[in-house]
């Protein structure tokens, strides 16, 4: 929770240089355009072409957070788990072996921070370098394009002085593109009302006003009918709005408190509908732990599960063959029951209904012949 609320403060902190920085820039831009012209523009490539380097290590470093926040979770549940039984660690002289797991945790959490703090030394550094090859850039770009190959001590000083001044602008938008990356959120409800249907005047859920941030796990929990499934449904979009708006990043995924399968092979239950990619197909099934329970199935990914038990009323004999159990009825009561097979085998009451089922399609199909 600390770090969460620090990077929401750092956010507005540099909040600011969002309208600030564009404009800092334009009007560096426009005045060193007129001191050396379009070579400028050499020096705005360069800028341009650092924003998506700094992107990148912001979103690595967030991630690299988010595995922080894992180890240090565990470590500090098991610290809390010695704190709570020291008694019977000492008791039982079970220091050293406690020690070493935490410490374990620790390297783990060490090793991601020290991947975080390389990355933002590399950010830093060029960013602080940024100006020097802007300046770089633009002077040789001038050299190139002049006609005399020649630079005077005017205007290298007065481009100097705009380059020093557009330093603060582009060390402000690495910071602000690093925090602002941070802190974005993934669900946002903001006073938001539902109901289940307009005709009812009582909102089901009111003044629902939520932001759960990228990466997060969020548990809902309250009384039996306090609102917590309604509240899924709302962000799904399943209840009518009469208020608010709710904000969803990217596509959703949704596991309903009653599990559910299709009625085809385990594949297409674990594709449902995307197409195949072998290697993320193998990363699921591992991620999901399936490989003991895949060797034990006749058919691993390919066998078939959906409903054990099935009972079709129909007139259509030609499926009878497929089913394991016929029920034969006959002014209501059951005749027979058996397979298709065992029905067929002796001269029951299954065998004479096909029997004139067959009889009065042939005559039917003769007489469509004749009349065509």
């Given at each position: 929770m600390a770090v969460d609320c620090q990077r929401i403060q750092d956010t507005f902190t540099y909040l600011w240089s969002i309208m600030s920085v564009p404009v800092q820039t334009a009007i560096g831009i426009f005045l060193l355009w007129q001191i050396v012209g379009p070579s400028c523009l050499a020096g705005l490539v360069?800028?341009?072409l650092l924003v998506p380097i700094n992107s990148y290590v912001a979103v690595k470093q967030r991630q690299l957070q988010g595995e922080v926040m894992r180890w240090k979770g565990a470590r500090t549940k098991l610290m809390n788990e010695v704190l709570n039984g020291i008694k019977v660690l000492k008791m039982y002289a079970w220091e050293l072996p406690f020690q070493d797991k935490i410490l374990a945790l620790r390297r783990h959490e060490l090793k991601k921070l020290i991947k975080i703090a390389f990355l933002q030394g590399f950010s830093t550094f060029c960013w602080l370098l940024a100006p020097f090859i802007v300046t770089l850039a633009t002077f040789a770009t001038f050299l190139l394009m002049s006609k005399s190959h020649f630079f005077t001590a005017k205007k290298a000083f007065v481009a100097l002085a705009l380059f020093n001044i557009l330093r603060l602008?582009?060390?402000?938008?690495s910071q602000t593109i690093s925090v602002a990356v941070q802190v974005k959120f993934a669900i946002e409800t903001e006073r938001g009302t539902f109901t289940w249907e307009r005709s009812i005047t009582q909102a089901t859920l009111r003044e629902i006003n939520l932001k759960i941030p990228e990466g997060h796990l969020v548990a809902v929990v309250g009384q039996v009918g306090s609102g917590k499934s309604s509240l899924i449904s709302a962000m799904l979009?399943?209840?009518?709005?009469?208020?608010?708006?709710?904000t969803l990043k990217g596509t959703v995924a949704y596991v309903p408190q009653s599990a559910w399968i299709q009625n085809a092979t385990l594949m297409d239950n674990i594709l449902f509908g995307k197409t195949f990619l072998h290697k993320k197909y193998k990363k699921v099934l591992e991620a999901c732990a399936l490989g003991p329970d895949l060797d034990i199935l006749p058919g691993r990914d390919l066998i078939e599960i959906g409903e054990k038990t099935r009972v079709l009323v129909t007139h259509g004999v030609h499926w009878l063959p497929m089913v394991d159990t016929i029920v034969v009825m006959v002014n209501g009561r059951i005749s027979e029951i058996g397979s298709y097979e065992d029905l067929m085998s002796h001269d029951g009451p299954f065998a004479q209904f096909l029997k004139t089922y067959l009889t009065m399609d042939v005559r039917s199909e003769i007489n469509d012949q004749e009349f065509f």
């Open positions: 360069v800028l341009i602008p582009i060390n402000l938008l979009g399943e209840m009518q709005k009469l208020q608010g708006k709710v």
